[in-house]
């Protein structure tokens, strides 16, 4: 099977031994810094490398709209393929007969070993943002490092946005690591004068936030803005209000339990300005 692959992500030109390593060893651990790729591509190597099988390639990820968001993102890579790809999260299974690339919240694939002790679907499964530590993922950690001698054939890819990678590493009997370099987009810093904050101590913290967003707005040229804030109750008063202030953009909240057709808007074009106002969901 011959798939393409874009040709600016720092994973791709590390794809033959990332191939090679898989084929000799049954666990590997893949570091990749942000803008690597390895979250979109590292499923397709895995694709490619086992065309004609019929099992599952599953990969995991920390929270849902990484989940969908992504595999939408690999059906378009793969084009006239793109039917080999789906996703399950909570009351959603976009799956079917044809699907081999399988996305999952962790808590879903968690869920399966219930009526599925050994995972037999999966051929292949990538823990993906390993590094987070959240209680499914160092369940999974677990669960698949006690799998493993029962499944010989199954193949486990743990990857890591951190250096930290040889916890991993040593959990998984000394697993091979592949440390690959990231791409980022150079980043300006700015901070608040302390006087302009510390004047009124009944100004909330939304409050600031919201009249930086007006400063910056109306102060700037207009650009999409990502606004990260603790809690849902925190991003709905923080859109109230920017709605009354910037009313010519399109602001958008974005936390965990908002309904994924209000998640997925974040992704669509708009001839308007964008202003996205998220919890830590939107770092993935």
Do not use: W
């Amino acid at each position: 099977m011959q798939l393409n692959y874009p040709t600016d992500l720092p994973i791709v030109s590390y794809r033959e031994s990332f191939l090679e390593l898989l084929q000799d060893n049954q666990v590997i651990i893949v570091s990749g810094e942000t803008g690597s790729g390895k979250t979109t591509q590292l499923p397709k190597f895995c694709l490619e490398l086992f065309p004609e099988d019929s099992f599952h390639i599953g990969c995991t990820q920390p929270r849902r709209v990484a989940a969908t968001s992504v595999s939408s993102r690999v059906a378009t890579e793969l084009g006239s393929l793109r039917d080999l790809v789906g996703y399950k999260i909570r009351f959603h299974d976009k799956t079917n007969k044809k699907t081999r690339i399988k996305f999952m919240t962790d808590g879903v694939l968690l869920a399966e070993t219930r009526k599925d002790p050994l995972l037999k679907k999966y051929g292949v499964i990538i823990i993906d943002e390993a590094h987070e530590r959240s209680l499914n993922i160092d369940f999974l950690l677990g669960y698949l490092k006690s799998l493993l001698p029962n499944r010989p054939d199954l193949k486990i890819i743990i990857t890591s946005a951190t250096i930290d990678t040889k916890i991993f590493s040593k959990h998984f009997n000394n697993a091979p690591i592949m440390a690959v370099e990231g791409r980022s987009y150079p980043v300006e810093v700015q901070y608040r004068d302390a006087t302009d904050t510390n004047e009124r101590e009944d100004v909330s913290y939304v409050d600031q936030c919201v009249q930086t967003m007006v400063e910056l707005y109306y102060g700037k040229p207009p650009e999409d803005t990502l606004i990260f804030l603790p809690t849902e109750k925190d991003i709905r008063e923080c859109c109230s209000l920017l709605e009354g202030k910037i009313p010519d953009c399109l602001i958008l909240p974005m936390f965990g339990r908002l309904a994924a057709a209000d998640q997925k808007k974040i992704f669509k074009t708009s001839h308007k300005t964008k202003i996205v106002v998220a919890t830590n969901v939107a770092e993935t």
